[in-house]
């Protein structure tokens, strides 16, 4: 099976730094992806990690070590906009796709204060 | 990047009913799209996969007679929920996955829609 934890909570202030770690059990690996939900929204894409090391995109930077099946979100310079709940989710094979699908983690709601 | 739109955004029924949503990619086509269900403060799970011209693949537990699911054309798949239920009450979100290259910006990607809100009384 596959399974996915993160933490369910992250609270921080404005300016601040967080990180998100999301360890995983699949059976398969293709790379692992981030989401942001806003509350009543949509999942948006963040980042996708198929290699080992950090990806960096402006304030938001995405890790992955696939020996020890672990990633991490890193959010810099936090907003109060950055209020939301963050998804991980491994890209896993699938029967008969080529591409896999995604199995998601339960989220982490990350709460910024002024 | 790329657009899907859901429709509608709410919905209250009545228990019995049925209740349809659509499903489009707006600015590209996809070849596969995937409906989720989701539980407030919990994660996305993955309702079934639908691949476009094909019958869609259902996710161990999910009724495919009770959730009927047509992917049509490369832009567009409906998930119709019938005879519909209180428990059946829960936010459902589509998605598509582009038809990028392989290494591309495109590739392996998945773009949701805003969902759909289904209350059923």
């Known amino acids: 099976g596959q399974s996915l934890e993160q933490p369910s909570e992250v609270t921080a202030v404005e300016g601040a730094i967080v990180q998100i770690n999301c360890t995983y059990q699949t059976s398969g690996f293709y790379g692992l992806s981030w989401y942001q939900q806003h509350d009543g929204g949509a999942p948006t894409f963040l980042s996708y990690n198929a290699l080992d090391g950090l990806e960096e995109t402006g304030r938001f930077s995405s890790f992955l070590s696939r020996s020890d099946s672990y990633g991490y979100l890193l959010l810099q310079e936090l907003q109060m906009k950055d209020s939301a709940s963050y998804f991980c989710a491994v890209r896993s094979p699938d029967r008969g796709s080529t591409l896999g699908r995604l199995y998601f983690g339960r989220g982490t709601q990350l709460t910024v204060w002024p | 990047g790329a657009v899907v739109s859901q429709h509608p955004s709410r919905v209250i029924c009545k228990s019995g009913t049925s209740v349809k949503i659509e499903c489009r990619s707006l600015?590209?086509?996809?070849?596969?799209m995937f409906w989720y269900r989701q539980f407030p403060k919990k994660s996305l799970m993955l309702m079934a996969t639908s691949n476009e011209g094909s019958k869609a693949t259902y996710e161990q537990g999910v009724e495919k007679d009770k959730f009927l699911i047509n992917h049509a054309s490369l832009t567009l798949s409906t998930l119709t929920v019938t005879s519909a239920h209180p428990e059946d009450s829960s936010f459902y979100i589509c998605?598509?996955?582009?038809?990028?290259?392989?290494?591309?910006?495109?590739?392996?990607?998945?773009?949701f829609g805003p969902g759909t809100r289904l209350t059923v009384l």
């Open positions: 600015d590209f086509q996809a070849t596969t």
């Open positions: 998605s598509a996955r582009t038809r990028g290259l392989a290494g591309g910006p495109g590739h392996n990607e998945q773009f």
